[in-house]
């Protein structure tokens, strides 16, 4: 079995920042990509960042130069860091992964419980 467990979230004023952080535990074969996707009130789901065992980075446009995401593997972690905080980017940020589990060798995207963050004066 395979979980994600985020952190790192809370209340921040505008232009401050914050680092979240996610780790996956369990029985894993690999994780070829991992990233975080947001959700405010009222607000479809949308994507912040994803990375690739590689390297491989993807942003969405609002977040673009502001976000920077990266990924320890030996640890089966990911991080986003957020510089320059906006009133908008308040959300549940969640963890996303495509991870292999070396018991079944079957790939699954999991997602993680997700992280508040609140961005106000």
């Known amino acids: 079995q395979v979980q994600l467990v985020e952190s790192g979230g809370g209340l921040v004023q505008p232009g401050g920042s914050l680092r979240l952080s996610c780790a996956a535990s369990g029985t894993i074969l690999s994780a070829n990509a991992m990233g975080w996707y947001r959700q405010a009130p009222g607000k479809q789901r949308e994507l912040v960042a994803t990375?690739?065992?590689?390297?491989?980075?993807n942003y969405g446009d609002s977040v673009k130069g502001r976000f920077t995401i990266s990924r320890d593997n030996a640890k089966n972690t990911v991080y986003l860091q957020m510089n320059n905080l906006k009133p908008e980017d308040t959300a549940v940020y969640y963890c996303n992964g495509e991870i292999s589990d070396f018991r079944t060798k079957l790939q699954y995207n999991y997602w993680g419980q997700g992280t508040p963050v609140t961005v106000s004066s």
């Open positions: 990375a690739t065992s590689n390297g491989r980075t």
